[in-house]
């Protein structure tokens, strides 16, 4: 059973930042993707980020690219999702998950997420 916690999220107004993290295990790092999703209420679930095992591939859904960021850092056992330029659009409970084809939206374990809220 692979864990993950997720944390940083927040209320920002539009336009704003947040950076989300993401602690694994090392071992969950260095052999799994790990993705990121989020799900509003009443939502399906839509995938965001993914980075691979390398940390040399990152992909984005279309509706970020260009405002957020996925990275990773082993040595703190963590990744992290930098938001930027914050939309209404955006809001949602974010979780990070992992699995063999995470990056593919097929996620195998996941944390209980974080919510991200974004309002004037």
């Known amino acids: 059973q692979e864990q993950l916690v997720e944390s940083g999220g927040g209320q920002v107004q539009p336009g704003g930042s947040l950076r989300l993290s993401c602690v694994a295990s090392?071992?969950?790092?260095?052999?799994?993707?790990i993705s990121w999703f989020r799900q509003a209420p009443g939502q399906e679930r839509e995938g965001v980020s993914c980075i691979s095992q390398s940390g040399l591939t990152q992909n984005y859904a279309r509706f970020v690219k260009g405002r957020f960021t996925i990275s990773k850092e082993n040595a703190k056992n963590t990744v992290y999702l930098q938001m930027n330029v914050l939309k209404p659009e955006d809001p949602a409970v974010y979780h990070c998950?992992?699995?063999?084809?995470?990056?593919?939206?097929?996620?195998?374990?996941w944390g209980h997420g974080t919510q991200v809220t974004v309002s004037s």
């Open positions: 998950a992992t699995g063999p084809d995470a990056c593919r939206d097929e996620w195998t374990y």
């Open positions: 090392l071992s969950t790092l260095e052999n799994f993707p």
